[in-house]
């Protein structure tokens, strides 16, 4: 296991992620409190009768962890939409959830004009850029946060708005959602302080260790599929690292027999396995069984477990164990974990 020396931190960082991610406490703290400040022109119509949440990466992802905090409890069918068309069914009775941290992504720009023009009820959720335009333009709702970071270093600014305007207008059913707040913010802030690169011994540090020189897999139950996808894109985007994601218990009926070729390839991948109580216990048997029979091909397996007690501090303990492992993993592999040129290279092409 590879491991890290403090003093690559500030060479490898110089544009100070990490401050980004120690704040994460208090960005979901400042992220719920934009929600609770915004203006909902009407609080008590009808409720919709689908919800949308239309956004690409580290924006996309606030629609997957709002609709598995939401989880089970939901009354009406919550989808993440990720690309240029909206299907049909958004109509007059949609809720339709316009997520860009820019405000200038594609695909986003173009489903919401869509979405618009099928009668759907608009919600912009951006620091800036076209959508805001598109809002002013057309006098539709939309939450302003504050801009000039990466994206995927905003969730807290992303998603507690989209949950506390979504728990105004009762879409939430039975959420106490003020205690599962206090608890998520003093966890999440603890796990900032234990996961400083000053503390030797880490969670994140070890993972980041186990995984150098590998190929992260990362599988989860079902319940949980937005936080493997969550540490799939940190660790694409802040370790420049290949990884791949699959939930449970769907890949049981197919990839566990792919764990076999190509041997030399397999034999480099070291899969997580994340753990929450979520989990329905066949889900749980499922997974410490397909460990036991994949185990001899990997270069391991790493179980996780979420930490806290509400489902959203819960989640969100898993996404600050991923986001600080993609971090030590960006500086093993002596990359500084903020640009991600290859993805601004393609939306400038794009534009051209
Ligand atoms: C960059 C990042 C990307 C962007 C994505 C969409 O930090 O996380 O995944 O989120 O390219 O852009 P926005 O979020 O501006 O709509």
């Not at 039975?174 to 999440?188: A, C, G, M, V």
């Amino acid at each position: 296991m590879t491991t890290l020396n403090p003093a690559q931190i500030n060479q490898y960082d110089s544009d100070d992620m990490l401050h980004l991610l120690s704040g994460f406490s208090e960005q979901c703290k400042r992220g719920w409190e934009i929600g609770e400040s915004f203006k909902l022109d009407r609080d008590d119509g009808q409720p919709p009768s689908n919800i949308v949440i239309a956004g690409m990466g580290g924006s996309g992802i606030s629609g997957d962890l709002a609709k598995a905090v939401i989880g089970a409890r939901s009354t009406c069918p919550i989808i993440v939409n990720r690309g240029y068309s909206v299907p049909a069914f958004v109509t007059a009775q949609t809720l339709f959830i316009a997520v860009s941290y820019s405000g200038n992504t594609e695909e986003t720009l173009l489903s919401v004009e869509q979405a618009a023009a099928q009668g759907a009820n608009i919600l912009g959720v951006t620091s800036g850029g076209k959508l805001k335009a598109f809002a002013e333009a057309h006098n539709l709702p939309c939450v302003t946060i504050p801009a000039g970071q990466p994206p995927r270093a905003s969730l807290g600014y992303l998603l507690m708005p989209i949950l506390s305007i979504l728990d105004r207008l009762r879409l939430i059913p039975d959420f106490n959602f003020q205690s599962d707040l206090d608890e998520t913010i003093d966890l999440l802030a603890q796990l900032a302080a234990d996961f400083q690169p000053g503390i030797t011994e880490s969670l994140p540090k070890r993972l980041a260790g186990t995984l150098h020189g590998k190929l992260p897999i990362i599988y989860a139950p079902q319940e949980l599929e937005a936080i493997a996808t969550r540490w799939k894109g940190q660790m694409n985007e802040n370790s420049k690292s290949l990884a791949y994601c699959s939930v449970y218990p769907e890949m049981n009926h197919n990839e566990i027999e792919g764990w076999k070729h190509p041997s030399a390839l397999t034999q480099r991948c070291h899969v997580i396995q994340l753990h929450d109580p979520i989990a329905p216990p066949q889900t749980q048997r499922r997974m410490d069984i397909t460990a036991e029979l994949i185990e001899p091909h990997t270069a391991g397996v790493t179980a996780v477990h979420s930490q806290g007690s509400s489902l959203l501090a819960r989640l969100l303990s898993l996404v600050a164990i991923g986001d600080w492992t993609s971090y030590y993993l960006a500086i093993l592999y002596e990359q500084n974990p903020t640009p991600v040129e290859r993805i601004e290279e393609l939306k400038r092409r794009l534009e051209t």
